[in-house]
């Protein structure tokens, strides 16, 4: 009985010294803040979290397909180009088992494709609207046009000028001929080139919009400028449902760039 009841002891360690140990393999997962799906649109200099969902991993590897990597659990997004990204998470347990997930990010521009001059304000008479020094017109009528330009911090902002002299012109339109200095009706001037609005220069305030009036005798004047003090200049909207980013610029006279994502 003994030499019975010990023979099954040995059988019963037997099978369970051979059992092998099962290894639970890591499952890879990650979304677009709270986006699920395998392809992600975002513009450049914007940021989006990406939040790592994956199970049974010890650690984390992060391609996002611009060279740079990360080793965090989640982190922040943000291309400074447009393009097709391929973002890559690599999980790995404790035993070096190891999966991935891969998913594409769309990165668009921000394109201008129409300026629309809202009104158009300059008194003819020199320095007469109380605590403005403004140098305006001092005919009626003048031809108007809208630039851009980078600003300079070598350049002077002493409102209303003229042209930034130090801040190279990135986009100047063409010339609505004999404007009224009182005008409320809308001017669309459409932007068939491409010429792309950076976020990160409207941010900084380095994205210099202008508009300007040249009078009879080709002198030109200073009308609106957003990097002046008191000048309301804002992000109106910034939607990808509708493929929309606008900025607006007002005091006296104001105007509007529309874009679309591309």
């Known amino acids: 009985m003994k030499a019975n009841l010990t023979i099954l002891m040995l059988i019963i360690a037997f099978l369970f010294g051979c059992k092998k140990e099962v290894i639970i393999t890591p499952n890879a997962s990650f979304t677009f803040r709270t986006d699920t799906s395998s392809a992600f649109k975002m513009a450049t200099y914007d940021t989006c979290t990406l939040f790592n969902n994956s199970v049974n991993s010890d650690s984390s590897f992060w391609d996002l397909g611009n060279g740079n990597i990360s080793r965090d659990k989640n982190l922040i997004l943000t291309y400074t180009n447009s393009g097709m990204y391929l973002v890559k998470l690599t999980v790995k347990n404790k035993e070096g088992v190891e999966t ?6 769309f990165v668009l521009d921000r394109v201008l494709k129409r300026i629309i001059i809202k009104s158009v304000f300059w008194d003819t008479i020199p320095n007469s609207i109380p605590n ?14 809208v630039q851009v330009q980078k600003f300079s911090l070598s350049d002077s902002i002493v409102p209303y000028s003229g042209i ?8 100047k339109s063409p010339i609505i001929q004999n404007i009224s200095n009182h005008t409320t009706t809308p ?7 491409k010429f792309i609005v950076d976020k990160k220069m409207v941010l900084d ?3 210099a919009i202008s508009l300007m009036a040249k009078d009879s005798s080709n002198v030109v004047y200073n009308l609106l400028t957003n990097i002046s003090s008191g000048v309301n200049f804002v992000i109106f909207q910034e939607s990808f449902a509708n493929n929309k980013f606008v900025l607006q610029c007002s005091l006296f006279s104001s105007l509007e760039f529309d874009c679309d994502f591309e």
């Open 132 to 145: 403005f020094n403004a140098v305006w017109p001092t005919s009626s009528k003048a031809d108007i046009f």
């Open 100 to 105: 991935s997930v891969t998913k594409k990010v």
């Open 187 to 193: 001017i669309v001037i459409d932007v068939p080139n």
């Open 164 to 171: 930034l002299p130090n801040s190279p012109v990135l986009y």
């Open 205 to 207: 305030r380095t994205f």
